[in-house]
Each structure stands twice: as structure tokens, then as C-alpha cells.
């Protein structure tokens, strides 16, 4: 018999399906990415709206066959929406490094709640101005409630303190490490970088944003190494993280 739910959910990414179906990777609060078709989304839009934009909130609603793995999508109705503010090109591209993460870290159907409730309060974030501080946040954030972030204050090697010390971090290995155990092909994270990791992971995004105090150069690095972490982990290049860096 089939299944309705319910759930609190951002919107990743839709492509199209059959005819006139749209396709929609969408992350919920209580089944992680599920995939299902919004049925007709390409010739009408008034069962959908504005709701399939990537990173719009929304409560949906869908029903799931058992054995099939994409699900059927009823509705969307939008909580928020990035349309409610000017999308420029630099916010365009921090919505998009959002979603492309979301969906590439996330497994389908695994809950993970503290990463929605990451996603869901640094998306509305992203303005003019703040894409920057925004999108580093994310990305530290992430690889850090994944799993994946390293204790920036000891090598990974030796096991050494790098307090006042020189950071080194190689886009092929896990951790960071002490000049003396560098890998060959490490990236250097100056000492304002490591400073502003530790505001970050201290210091809610409203706070950094108003305070204003990151550097755009630490920023970079920061947003360079966690990308770097997280594209070895998912093993494929994270194409919005580029379109980032450029700006």
C-alpha cells in the first residue's frame, strides 16, 4: 500500500523527467534526500510555484510505493524562498554550493538533522556582502558535523601540538600537519586562518556577519581547505566551489 509523509524539506536540485515530470532531489528533516517526481511541474506551475528554486524551505508532502525508489511528489508549500531577495550572481552561486554539497554528502534516506538545521539558517544568509562568510561557515560546519574535520591543533602524524606553530593540510590525506611531517604538495593555513576556524566554530553566523572582522583571505583559505576535504571524501570535484572562488 502506498505511504504519505510529511516533512520539513529544502529543495537540492531538479532535472528533468518524462514529458512534462521534473525530477527533484529534495533533503527532509525526518528521511534525509529522498527523490521523488513533481508530476507535470514543466507545463504547470500552480501546484508547485516557486517552491522547486534550489534551497527554498518548504513543507512537502509525498507518497511512497513500497519497492520503488522515487516517490510521488503531492506539494510544496514554501516556508522561504532565496526568490524573496534578489538573486545575484555571487548568491546565486553560494545557493548552489550549498545544494551541490548537500546532495553529494548526504546519503539518500539517512536523517541527519543538525545538517538541516545548518542549511536551513545559513541559506537565508547568503546576501550581497555576506556570501563570502556564509559559505565558509557552511562548508567548515558540515565537514565538521560529517565527521571529516580534522583537530586543526595537532598533527596528524606525530601527534605534536601546533599551537603557534605553522599548519600544513594536503588535499590527498586526512588531518593537518606539523612543518617537519608535511606531506609533499601541502597547502600552508596561516595562523589568521586557524584564528578565524576557531570563531567560526565558536561564534553563531549573525555574530561573525555583524562583527565583520574575517578577513576575505582567511575566508578563502578556510572555504579552499574544507572543499578540498570534502571533495576527498566524496571523491568528485564540487563545480560551484570554482564558480566561488572566482568571486
Same mark, same amino acid.
Not at 9 to 38: C, S
Not at 108 to 122: M, Y
Given at each position: 500500500?502506498?505511504?504519505?509523509?510529511?516533512?520539513?524539506?529544502?529543495?537540492?536540485?531538479?532535472?528533468?523527467?518524462?514529458?512534462?515530470?521534473?525530477?527533484?532531489?529534495?533533503?527532509?528533516?525526518?528521511?534525509?534526500?529522498?527523490?521523488?517526481?513533481?508530476?507535470?511541474?514543466?507545463?504547470?506551475?500552480?501546484?508547485?510555484?516557486?517552491?522547486?528554486?534550489?534551497?527554498?524551505?518548504?513543507?512537502?508532502?509525498?507518497?511512497?510505493?513500497?519497492?520503488?525508489?522515487?516517490?510521488?511528489?503531492?506539494?510544496?508549500?514554501?516556508?522561504?524562498?532565496?526568490?524573496?531577495?534578489?538573486?545575484?550572481?555571487?548568491?546565486?552561486?553560494?545557493? *548552489?554550493?550549498? +545544494?551541490? =554539497?548537500?546532495?553529494?554528502? !548526504? &546519503?539518500?534516506?539517512?536523517? $541527519?538533522?543538525?545538517?538541516? /538545521?545548518? %542549511?536551513?539558517?545559513?541559506?537565508?544568509?547568503?546576501?550581497?556582502?555576506?556570501?563570502?562568510?556564509?559559505?565558509?561557515?557552511?562548508?567548515?560546519?558540515?565537514?565538521?558535523?560529517?565527521?571529516?574535520?580534522?583537530?586543526?591543533?595537532?598533527?596528524?602524524?606525530?601527534?605534536?601540538?601546533?599551537?603557534?606553530?605553522?599548519?600544513?593540510?594536503?588535499?590527498?590525506?586526512?588531518?593537518?600537519?606539523?612543518?617537519?611531517?608535511?606531506?609533499?604538495?601541502?597547502?600552508?593555513?596561516?595562523?589568521?586562518?586557524? *584564528?578565524?576556524? +576557531?570563531? =567560526?566554530?565558536?561564534?553563531? !553566523? &549573525?555574530?561573525?556577519?555583524? $562583527?565583520?572582522?574575517?578577513? /576575505?583571505? %582567511?575566508?578563502?583559505?578556510?572555504?579552499?581547505?574544507?572543499?578540498?576535504?570534502?571533495?576527498?571524501?566524496?571523491?568528485?570535484?564540487?563545480?560551484?566551489?570554482?564558480?566561488?572562488?572566482?568571486?
Amino acid at each position: 500500500m502506498p505511504t504519505a509523509h510529511q516533512s520539513e524539506a529544502i529543495v537540492l536540485r531538479t532535472w528533468p523527467f518524462a514529458e512534462a515530470d521534473l525530477m527533484v532531489a529534495f533533503f527532509t528533516r525526518e528521511q534525509g534526500v529522498v527523490r521523488g517526481v513533481a508530476r507535470h511541474a514543466m507545463k504547470s506551475r500552480r501546484r508547485f510555484g516557486g517552491a522547486l528554486e534550489p534551497m527554498t524551505q518548504v513543507q512537502a508532502a509525498w507518497v511512497e510505493r513500497p519497492k520503488q525508489d522515487v516517490v510521488r511528489l503531492e506539494r510544496l508549500e514554501i516556508v522561504w524562498s532565496p526568490l524573496k531577495e534578489p538573486v545575484d550572481y555571487t548568491r546565486a552561486a553560494g545557493l *548552489a554550493f550549498l +545544494a551541490e =554539497i548537500l546532495e553529494g554528502a !548526504l &546519503p539518500d534516506h539517512a536523517p $541527519e538533522d543538525d545538517v538541516f /538545521r545548518l %542549511a536551513a539558517s545559513v541559506a537565508p544568509m547568503l546576501r550581497r556582502g555576506t556570501t563570502a562568510v556564509s559559505a565558509t561557515y557552511f562548508a567548515l560546519w558540515i565537514t565538521r558535523l560529517l565527521g571529516w574535520m580534522p583537530d586543526l591543533g595537532r598533527c596528524a602524524l606525530s601527534g605534536e601540538s601546533l599551537r603557534n606553530k605553522p599548519v600544513y593540510y594536503s588535499p590527498l590525506r586526512d588531518g593537518v600537519f606539523s612543518e617537519a611531517k608535511r606531506p609533499q604538495g601541502s597547502v600552508m593555513l596561516p595562523a589568521e586562518a586557524i *584564528a578565524a576556524a +576557531a570563531r =567560526i566554530f565558536r561564534e553563531p !553566523l &549573525p555574530q561573525l556577519i555583524e $562583527e565583520g572582522e574575517l578577513s /576575505r583571505g %582567511a575566508l578563502q583559505q578556510l572555504r579552499r581547505f574544507a572543499v578540498s576535504t570534502l571533495e576527498r571524501h566524496l571523491e568528485e570535484r564540487l563545480k560551484s566551489a570554482r564558480v566561488l572562488a572566482t568571486l
